[in-house]
């Protein structure tokens, strides 16, 4: 067969488009279906004596355990700044917020979907090194860098 013939053609342009197609259904959403639509909603900025950390105790099983409390530095990005704050009981995180996240406009729907994402993604790994969230990506750098200042003040 020519390389201009016809049938050729038509080939090719089926077999990309079935390509494409594959391709694009293999792809994750950009938001959890099963996260709830209403987000933690940001805090504003917790200074002074919570900036560091505080310490307290509870009370598990019968044993002290020392929980930690905290706070990443505030990251500025392009849409807003970003700060978490983290707990952490016996060296392991328990917990993590965003006190501060972009905000106004398109940005409250995106920290919506993506500060809920990145909060469970902490949990799950334990580290800063989780991943970006898809349409969020000032947001999730700046949570990262915010996340990892506070590992830092914390030890871990």
Not at 21 to 26: A, D, I, K, Q, T
Not at 43 to 52: E, K, L, M, R
Not at 117 to 122: C, G, S, V, W
């Amino acid at each position: 067969m020519r390389k201009s013939h016809p049938v050729r053609r038509a080939v090719l342009a089926g077999a990309a488009t079935v390509t494409g197609v594959v391709l694009l259904l293999s792809l994750k959403p950009a938001s959890d279906p099963g996260a709830p639509a209403a987000a933690q909603s940001p805090q504003g900025s917790a200074q002074g004596s919570a900036q560091g950390s505080a310490q307290g105790s509870a009370q598990g099983s019968g044993q002290d355990t020392t929980a930690d409390t905290v706070l990443g530095d505030a990251v500025r990005t392009q849409y807003g700044p970003v700060q978490v704050r983290l707990t952490l009981t016996d060296g392991k995180i328990t917990k993590a917020e965003a006190v501060q996240a972009p905000e106004g406009g398109r940005s409250s729907q995106v920290t919506a979907d993506a500060i809920p994402q990145l909060d469970r993604a902490t949990l799950t790994t334990g580290t800063a090194d989780i991943d970006t969230v898809t349409g969020a990506t000032y947001t999730s750098a700046g949570y990262k860098q915010s996340l990892q200042s506070a590992l830092d003040k914390a030890g871990g």
